[in-house]
């Protein structure tokens, strides 16, 4: 599976945007990019996904680079309930493989 | 949909003891998978099915795990017998397959303590 790279930790202030970046150099052309966040003491619960255009929805919006190696999940203004581990992961169609990986993920902490 | 419904939310068991976790998918979805996360090791893929098939179970730590699914509204994790690092969350998710474009749900866990 293509490996995603994020930073392991993060801070913004409330209510305030948030940028959250992922690598994935070894990104084929068949990989869905898809992000998750895990909030405290509970499952993981999908945010968003997107192949190569930029998405929004109700949750965030993901920018996906025109090479598609790299994107970034946007928060468009941090509250407090969105402090959790954020997860970026590469999901392939192509194959028809459905393992679903998770990495380290980036902690997001929100400062009062 | 009451979404993927995990049984029991918390267990404590002895050593040696036999241990089975229950999961219950989202109904239409034909893919599930198993996971265990720790502080240690993070969320950690153990095994998923496509249709009620395992797929890859390459993730499962020993002999001593086992999972299962019958139909495509019920899946099982077993640990015969239980070892105190086995004490982790267990999260179940289930999914549509082919599944690049859809995305998975996850169950609210099963703690598991082995003392």
């Known amino acids: 599976d293509a490996k995603t790279t994020q930073p392991n930790s993060m801070e913004s202030n409330e209510e305030e945007p948030v940028h959250l970046p992922c690598n994935h150099s070894t990104i084929s052309g068949t990989d869905y990019i898809h992000w998750y966040r895990q909030l405290p003491s509970q499952g993981p619960e999908y945010v968003i996904h997107?192949?190569?255009s930029n998405v929004n929805n109700r949750m965030a919006s993901l920018a996906i680079a025109e090479d598609r190696k790299s994107s970034t999940l946007i928060l468009h203004r941090a509250t407090l309930r969105d402090a959790a581990v954020y997860y970026c992961?590469?999901?392939?169609?192509?194959?028809?493989?459905?393992?679903?990986?998770f990495g380290t993920g980036t902690r997001l902490t929100v400062i009062p | 949909d009451a979404g993927v419904i995990q049984s029991p939310r918390h267990e404590v068991t002895e050593m040696g003891q036999e241990v089975t976790l229950r999961c219950k998918p989202i109904s239409g979805h034909n893919s599930l998978f198993w996971y265990r996360q720790t502080m240690m090791r993070g969320l950690e893929l153990l095994i998923y099915?496509?249709?009620?098939?395992?797929?890859?179970d390459s993730g499962m730590p020993e002999d001593r795990f086992s999972a299962k699914m019958p139909n495509a509204s019920f899946s099982t994790l077993k640990i015969q017998p239980s070892e105190p690092r086995d004490s982790a969350v267990y999260f179940c998710?289930?999914?549509?397959?082919?599944?690049?474009?859809?995305?998975?749900?996850f169950g609210q866990g099963t703690r598991l303590t082995v003392v």
């Open positions: 997107g192949l190569t």
């Open positions: 099915f496509n249709n009620n098939v395992p797929i890859d």
């Open positions: 992961i590469l999901r392939d169609i192509g194959t028809g493989a459905n393992n679903l990986f």
């Open positions: 998710a289930s999914s549509v397959w082919p599944s690049g474009d859809t995305e998975a749900f």
